[in-house]
């Protein structure tokens, strides 16, 4: 019989390509019925908080054998597994009579429904509590749980999702990519596939199933289109091996740069700054050749937290985030509160749509003195410091909003102080907003789904928030060239920025510096570099030109003739 090729598609979360065996994760996990128990609520009882503290205490086994971020992930999956709360909910299904087993179905059914509303970073917890849950219904029956065997030969690894527990013992050597049903670009897996530099690919609808049905056979992955195929002819085998060779090529590739920033082949200057979250990408930014940080996302620094966090707490954790930046700039973000990033020590009334709620610059209503201590603790860390630090404010509308946040700014000795252009009312006021401030910084992931009004963890909508949209593409131009006009720099710090070719046409419109994940900045970099700027600004008018998100890009790429050359 003729072996069926299959493709398949998902999100790219960390580049690379290969061909190879792989490994179906299984998981076999006991299934529990409503059947009444009939060992009685105190047996039930004990059998739960036998089986969540052992599982908690395994959690913490596997942290305390792991070091930096997993072992952080580690230890908060273990304070989840023994949050009293998942407990008090599940001991309420034991008092109405149902089993340990059942009980905990339903309470963490609850939690994750909560997690799953809340959308975006907290979303993709749900795949955390879905693993405890797992994890104490295998306990409670008595099963191991299904780990992830070692392998003798290095292998794909695929799964319906991999929480940070699954992945604590992995040889990553032996580990060719990861490709998982579930997920997202911000999940655990992506983060652990490209803090190890291994190809991945997140929310790769039927991956499972497929995988299942072609048990034996080899698949080829390329991470870079998300593209996932099995049984791969000797066509497809030749072409993913071009693609690795042209990432070797590309890797070894000498950039052009200077000490301002990469540099087109015609000579024009542009900075690619890294985005971070957390101290631990500070490391990988540096190592990434970031000219900088252009976004640092600040709340999530603190979004496990139930107090607010001391001026001397912000201090410290601010000089440790700009002290591997010597001599280098760093744009820091006050909080971005709210929204898909709720924080338990600000109050957010009921909102129906919280996106267009109270969130970002618009908690100083209610919060001035969070967003003061915070201006201070920047202030504090400047001093101590040598890197070049501007500070920003999420979510701003109005030009005077921007006005009082760089008086605010300056209040605190902060004197570069600018905003984010991520809702479409600052697109109109561009002009003025580039006047009062001393830079800009578009959020094209805001700004995507606030002027296509379409939630940007939709995945029915994804179409809308593609950031080849062309309107987005007219927002970005008409910014660049208020800021142009204003002598006001003008950078993009969304997602679209990460997206090397995509990179070089928002140069080409006119933004004068890109802020990138840190996976994707070397990529980034050899896009733009590889071209002149009149390419690039041919590029970005082709864009704009465009009706149709597939057009633009298709267009632009037309102008960008290197990129093949580069495997991009
Ligand atoms: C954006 O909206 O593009 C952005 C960079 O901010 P965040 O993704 O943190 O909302
Ligand atoms: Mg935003």
């Known amino acids: 019989m003729v072996a069926q090729i299959q493709s398949l598609f998902g999100i790219p979360a960390s580049s690379g390509a290969t061909v190879g065996p792989f490994f179906l994760l299984h998981t076999n996990i006991p299934v529990p019925t409503a059947q009444p128990s009939d060992k009685g609520f105190e047996a039930e009882g004990h059998a739960l908080n036998l089986a969540i503290k052992t599982v908690g205490a395994d959690l913490e086994a596997r942290a305390a054998r792991t070091s930096g971020e997993l072992q952080e992930i580690l230890l908060a999956t273990a304070e989840i597994a023994t949050d009293p709360a998942i407990a008090e909910e599940a001991s309420g299904f034991i008092a109405s009579g149902h089993t340990a087993s059942y009980a905990m179905v339903k309470a963490t059914d609850v939690f994750q429904e909560l997690l799953k509303a809340s959308g975006g970073y907290l979303a993709e917890r749900v795949t955390d509590v879905a693993n405890i849950r797992d994890r104490v219904l295998c306990q409670i029956a008595g099963v191991p749980y299904p780990e992830i065997p070692a392998f003798d030969v290095p292998t794909v690894l695929i799964a319906q999702d991999l929480s940070p527990a699954d992945t604590a013992d992995l040889e990553t050597e032996k580990i060719l990519a990861i490709v998982t049903a579930g997920g997202g670009p911000t999940s655990h897996t992506a983060i652990i596939a490209r803090s190890n530099g291994i190809a991945a690919i997140v929310a790769c ?14 698949v080829a992955i390329d991470a870079t289109n998300g593209r996932v195929t099995f049984n791969p002819d000797s066509e497809l085998r030749a072409e993913i091996a071009n693609i690795i060779e042209k990432i070797k090529q590309r890797k070894s590739r000498i950039i052009n740069r200077s000490d301002e920033g990469y540099v087109t082949t015609d000579g024009k200057v542009i900075p690619i700054y890294a985005n971070v979250g957390r101290l631990e990408d500070t490391t990988a930014a540096v190592k990434s050749g970031a000219d900088g940080v252009g976004l640092l996302r600040t709340e999530l620094l603190y979004l496990d937290r139930n107090d607010a966090p001391t001026l001397q707490e912000q201090t410290e954790i601010y000089k440790q985030l700009f002290a591997p930046f010597s001599g280098k700039k760093v744009v820091i973000r006050t909080l971005d509160a709210g929204a898909d990033k709720p924080m338990a020590f600000i109050e957010f009334n009921h909102e129906p749509n919280p996106a267009l709620g109270v969130r970002g610059y618009r908690t100083i209503g209610a919060y001035e003195n969070l967003l003061r201590t915070q ?3 920047i202030a504090e860390a400047v001093h101590a410091t040598t890197a070049d630090v501007w500070v920003m404010a999420p979510m701003v509308t109005l030009p005077e909003e921007a006005a ?8 605190y000795g902060l004197n570069k102080a600018g905003v984010m252009i991520e809702v479409p009312a600052a697109i109109f006021h561009s002009e003025e907003i580039t006047r009062v401030c001393d830079f800009v910084s578009i959020g ?4 995507g789904q606030y002027l296509h009004a379409a939630d940007r963890e939709s995945a029915l909508l994804a179409g809308f ?12 131009h008409q910014i660049a060239q208020a800021g142009i006009k204003n002598n006001c720099p003008v950078g993009v710090c969304g997602e679209a920025a990460s997206d090397p070719a995509l990179g070089a046409v928002l140069i080409g419109l006119g933004i004068s510096s890109l802020s ?7 990529d980034v970099a050899q896009a733009v570099t590889a071209h002149t700027y009149e390419q690039l600004k041919m590029a970005g008018d082709a864009a704009i030109s465009a009706n ?7 267009s632009a790429r037309s102008h960008l003739q290197h990129l093949l050359d580069l495997g991009l």
């Open 205 to 218: 609808a039927g991956v499972v199933e497929a995988a299942s049905n072609n048990l034996g056979a080899s």
């Open 375 to 377: 201006l201070q603790a």
């Open 404 to 411: 009082t946040f760089v008086s605010m700014a300056r209040e």
């Open 444 to 447: 094209t992931n805001d700004l």
């Open 465 to 476: 928030n593609d950031p080849w949209q062309p309107a987005l593409l007219r927002a970005v």
């Open 516 to 522: 990138c994940s840190v996976a994707t900045l070397s």
């Open 548 to 554: 149709t998100a597939h057009d633009s890009k298709n």
